[in-house]
């Protein structure tokens, strides 16, 4: 069992910048690769980036490459997400995700744990 918590949500100009943090407990968090998922009113979960277990494999969605990088730091069971250059259609709920083993996705229903979500509006 992981649970997940994430903060650094709020409101934004566009072409500003946040950085969310999850925040993890529970059982061994280097064993989990990490997502990051997002959800807009009235539009379907859709994947933003993930991370493996070692950092070594990233994975973007192509709406964000070059603007969002995604980070880890297994010594302290924290998965960040920096986000640059944000747009209004960046204006979304995050949610951090865990899944068992070392490989990414992009399927969010590969991932068995899910935070609360942090709320992000980026205005015009």
């Known amino acids: 069992q992981v649970q997940l918590v994430e903060s650094g949500g709020g409101l934004v100009q566009a072409g500003g910048s946040l950085r969310l943090s999850c925040a993890a407990s529970?059982?061994?968090?280097?064993?989990?690769?990490m997502g990051w998922f997002r959800q807009a009113p009235a539009k379907e979960r859709e994947f933003v980036a993930a991370?493996?277990?070692?950092?070594?494999?990233?994975e973007y969605a192509d709406s964000v490459k070059g603007r969002f990088t995604i980070s880890r730091d297994n010594a302290k069971n924290m998965v960040y997400l920096q986000m640059n250059s944000l747009k209004p259609e960046d204006t979304a709920v995050y949610y951090c995700?865990?899944?068992?083993?070392?490989?990414?996705?992009?399927?969010?229903?590969?991932?068995?744990?899910w935070g609360q979500g942090t709320q992000v509006t980026v205005s015009s």
């Open positions: 991370i493996g277990w070692s950092a070594r494999t990233r």
């Open positions: 995700a865990a899944r068992t083993g070392p490989g990414t996705s992009f399927r969010s229903y590969e991932y068995a744990y």
């Open positions: 529970g059982r061994t968090f280097s064993g989990y690769a």
